[in-house]
């Protein structure tokens, strides 16, 4: 396994990363403590040196058994956790990206983890409620503490993460250095604002969710027993398993009958060649054996065509601004005729298309 580097940090970060929110069984499914074990091993033999959880995982479990697993070499890994979800619903201050809420989870995450530093310490969603300023004099403060290194952002709008950022490198304070989104094949939306922003501000792009809940393995295809055990009304139809995103799924089990691949492996063999090959995955398993499985999308590459295939069947509209300024009439406006003659950088992931 290569590494990269982490946004614009020296960091030096592995080129999948370990997801663990499936380490532990307190929410009455994920792995028991041994093959969670098994799957931290199998991922580290491979070159992996990012173990990704979050204070709230298997209320605290997953924590505990990453701290536990990596306690005899903490200096390798890369370990990144997560705050802002609430642990005390009837609690206001029980959740939220708040200094309370932040210096709270904090200390909770490095008890449970063993550690007195986090390499990589995320805001788990946008808290809309709490002014950005905050939250970033917040997380700079840990940062000088030496608490934590390095901070990032998931599940939030562009505009926030690049407010966050611009008011951060103004002030000198910690700017975030990458960004987690839900990206797959079924899921592009995120081409819209999200990679164009995380290429311009040079943030790192990890992707959770990288096979759709297992919509692009085939679990739901059409025939199956998982399917018909849906109907239309359930959240998980409406969400993942439609008619749109089995027929992308259909399509990713030809490749890969094709090139003799697992329908995970070409999944995940096309997102690592997004954004010029910027997106890092975040592998979430129940089993060694899945987690060995999905290791294997680095050992091939997909073909042109192959990469064509899967963008047609999974296109999506960039929607305005996106499509609006990428149409030949607004170009001819703009440029004239002469966009096609200039030497100018690539464009962002998703303009243009």
Same mark, same amino acid.
């Given at each position: 396994?290569?590494?990269?580097?982490?946004?614009?940090?020296?960091?030096?970060?592995?080129?999948?990363?370990?997801?663990?929110?499936?380490?532990? #069984?307190?929410?009455?499914?994920?792995?028991?403590?041994?093959?969670?074990?098994?799957?931290?091993?199998?991922?580290?033999?491979?070159?992996?040196?990012?173990?990704?959880?979050?204070?709230?995982?298997? #209320?605290?479990?997953?924590?505990?058994?990453?701290?536990?697993?990596?306690?005899?070499?903490?200096?390798?890994?890369?370990?990144?956790?997560?705050?802002?979800?609430?642990? @005390?619903?009837?609690?206001?201050?029980?959740?939220?990206?708040?200094?309370?809420?932040?210096?709270?989870?904090?200390?909770?995450?490095?008890? @449970?983890?063993?550690?007195?530093?986090?390499?990589?310490?995320?805001?788990?969603?946008?808290?809309?409620?709490?002014?950005?300023?905050?939250?970033?004099?917040?997380?700079?403060?840990?940062?000088?503490?030496?608490?934590?290194?390095?901070?990032?952002?998931?599940?939030?709008?562009?505009?926030?993460?690049?407010?966050?950022?611009?008011?951060?490198?103004?002030?000198?304070?910690?700017?975030?250095?990458?960004?987690?989104?839900?990206?797959?094949?079924?899921? @592009?939306?995120?081409?819209?604002?999200?990679?164009?922003?995380?290429?311009?501000?040079?943030?790192?792009?990890?992707?959770?969710?990288?096979?759709?809940?297992?919509?692009?393995?085939?679990?739901?295809?059409?025939?199956?027993?998982?399917?018909?055990?849906?109907?239309?009304?359930?959240?998980?139809?409406?969400?993942?398993?439609?008619?749109?995103?089995?027929?992308?799924? #259909?399509?990713?089990?030809?490749?890969?009958?094709?090139?003799? @691949?697992?329908?995970?492996?070409?999944?995940?063999?096309?997102?690592?060649?997004?954004?010029?090959?910027?997106?890092?995955?975040?592998?979430?398993?129940?089993?060694?054996?899945?987690?060995?499985?999905?290791?294997?999308?680095?050992?091939?590459?997909?073909?042109?065509?192959?990469?064509?295939?899967?963008?047609?069947?999974?296109?999506?509209?960039?929607?305005?601004?996106?499509?609006?300024?990428?149409?030949?009439?607004?170009?001819?406006?703009?440029?004239?005729?002469?966009?096609?003659?200039?030497?100018?950088?690539? #464009?962002?992931?998703?303009?243009?298309?």
């Amino acid at each position: 396994m290569k590494n990269k580097l982490f946004g614009r940090t020296g960091l030096r970060v592995s080129e999948l990363w370990l997801g663990t929110m499936t380490f532990g #069984e307190t929410w009455g499914w994920g792995a028991s403590k041994a093959e969670s074990r098994r799957m931290f091993d199998a991922f580290v033999s491979a070159g992996g040196n990012c173990i990704d959880t979050a204070n709230h995982y298997t #209320e605290g479990t997953s924590e505990k058994y990453v701290g536990e697993f990596t306690a005899s070499e903490r200096h390798r890994y890369v370990i990144s956790t997560k705050y802002t979800l609430s642990g @005390r619903p009837d609690d206001p201050n029980g959740g939220g990206s708040h200094r309370k809420s932040l210096v709270q989870s904090l200390e909770g995450s490095l008890k @449970r983890l063993g550690t007195d530093y986090i390499d990589v310490y995320w805001v788990h969603a946008w808290d809309q409620l709490t002014p950005i300023e905050e939250t970033m004099r917040a997380l700079d403060d840990q940062v000088r503490l030496g608490k934590v290194l390095h901070v990032g952002f998931s599940d939030a709008p562009a505009w926030v993460v690049a407010q966050a950022n611009t008011m951060a490198m103004l002030r000198d304070w910690t700017p975030f250095a990458g960004i987690q989104v839900q990206y797959n094949l079924a899921e @592009r939306t995120p081409e819209r604002e999200l990679l164009p922003m995380a290429k311009a501000l040079g943030l790192s792009v990890t992707a959770w969710s990288p096979l759709a809940g297992g919509v692009l393995t085939g679990k739901y295809g059409k025939e199956s027993g998982e399917a018909r055990r849906l109907t239309p009304d359930s959240p998980l139809y409406s969400a993942m398993v439609n008619e749109r995103n089995l027929t992308i799924a #259909e399509e990713v089990l030809e490749i890969a009958r094709v090139t003799g @691949r697992t329908p995970a492996q070409v999944a995940l063999n096309w997102l690592r060649r997004q954004s010029s090959g910027a997106v890092i995955p975040i592998l979430g398993c129940r089993s060694e054996a899945q987690l060995r499985d999905n290791l294997g999308c680095l050992d091939f590459e997909l073909s042109t065509d192959d990469i064509a295939q899967l963008d047609e069947v999974s296109r999506i509209s960039l929607g305005f601004p996106g499509d609006f300024l990428a149409s030949p009439f607004v170009r001819s406006l703009v440029y004239g005729g002469t966009f096609d003659k200039i030497d100018a950088p690539k #464009e962002p992931a998703g303009i243009g298309r």
